[in-house]
């Protein structure tokens, strides 16, 4: 049985982030990089650990898709045992600047077709 690190980048981060936005135009090649270099949760902790979010993000932003961002993964009731409470809060805080109000994670395996 996969660990839920595992599950996290290869159901979230591969299964839908990835592929959902190549879908829409977009290949996360930064990500995808990051996600070889040293999985998901690394990729993740090392995006929010910087003061600003990343041009991905804003793209994700303008294709509609800030359901299948790293930051809404974050956020998921599943996947909040592998982040920090303040991990957490720099996910929401940036989503919530971005898409102008309150933020409530979204399972995009939900919503996405």
């Known amino acids: ?3 839920l690190e ?3 980048e290869n ?3 591969r299964g ?4 959902v936005a190549s ?4 290949y996360p090649r930064w990500h995808v990089r990051m ?7 690394a990729a ?3 995006l929010l650990a910087g003061p600003d979010w990343q041009y991905g993000l804003d793209r994700l932003r303008g294709l509609g ?3 299948i961002s790293v930051e809404n993964g974050v956020l998921l009731s599943k996947y909040a045992p592998l982040f920090t409470a303040d991990e957490r809060a720099e996910a929401r805080r940036r989503l919530e600047l971005l898409s102008g109000g309150p933020w409530q994670p979204v399972d995009p395996r939900v919503t996405v077709s």
């Open 1 to 3: 049985m996969p660990s």
């Open 6 to 8: 595992d599950e996290y």
């Open 11 to 13: 159901d979230y981060c």
């Open 16 to 19: 839908v982030t990835v592929a």
């Open 23 to 26: 879908q829409a135009g977009y």
């Open 35 to 41: 996600l070889d270099q040293g999985g998901g949760v």
């Open 44 to 46: 993740a902790k090392r």
């Open 65 to 67: 898709l800030l359901r």
